[in-house]
């Protein structure tokens, strides 16, 4: 799958014309009619990328992408704001608020699809050097060490790539093309089946200390890193 998308969007012909298009383009699709329905989805499972209409009912669009962006939570989702408005001073406001960019209605798909790929090329997080600890899992990119509590864990040079990544990017669905190009490079040609080879090698060294349930699985989109059941 190429990612999750929120659609925040009242119009349901809006809705419904954007969730095919994504649909088709490989994206899994979730919808909301308001800021407010929508907050319980950000919730429970972080989306890729959220695309949100500037006009909407109680909480604005404007006004939703900035609470978005001052949340320490949700400060790095990246956001395409829909508008029907083509004054230039809307559409810095727009960007001024945080939105990662905007699309004018009328739109068509593949504007739109075009508009969402750059978008999340540009968007996603590169790993730091700084230490990560996650449930009791500590990862420090300097000495290339992985250890939970007193024990080390053993691991090639691609898990702990592979680590490295799903632990700057927790919570978060990758699908197994994405996984490649983040931790491959887009310029190394790997058939995907290898993601899965290296994830069961990952697995294996992580179930030295019970780790490995931090490696999820999400059943027909890819996997997922987190301390959440």
């Known amino acids: 799958m190429a990612g999750t998308v929120l659609l925040i969007e009242d119009e349901a012909a809006i809705r419904e014309m954007v969730g095919l298009a994504l649909g088709r383009a490989g994206y899994t699709v979730r919808q909301a009619e308001s800021a407010e329905q929508a907050d ?5 499972q972080m989306p890729d990328l959220l695309l949100l209409d500037w006009m909407l009912p109680g909480l604005s669009g404007a006004d939703y992408a900035r609470r978005l962006k001052r949340d320490p939570t949700t400060k790095d989702l990246p956001i395409i704001m829909l508008t029907a408005k083509g004054e230039e ?34 968007t996603v997080p590169t790993a730091s050097d700084d230490r990560i600890e996650v449930d009791g899992l500590a990862l420090d990119p300097v000495s ?3 250890a939970a509590g007193d024990t080390t864990l053993e691991m090639g040079p691609t898990e702990f790539r592979l680590l490295h990544f ?53 059943r027909g989109a890819g996997y997922r890193f987190s301390a959440k059941p």
């Open 89 to 122: 001073h809307d559409k810095i406001r727009g960007l001024e608020l945080g939105a990662d960019d905007y699309v004018t209605k009328p739109f068509s798909p593949r504007e739109l699809i075009a508009r969402i790929k750059a978008v999340l090329r540009r």
């Open 144 to 146: 290339h060490r992985v």
């Open 166 to 218: 799903f632990m700057t990017h927790p919570e978060r669905v990758f699908s197994r093309g994405q996984l490649l190009d983040n931790v491959w490079g887009t310029n190394v040609y790997v058939e995907e089946r290898t993601v899965d080879v290296h994830i069961r090698r990952l697995r294996k060294s992580l179930s030295q200390t019970q780790h490995e349930r931090l490696i999820q699985t999400v």
């Open 40 to 44: 319980p989805s950000i919730k429970e």
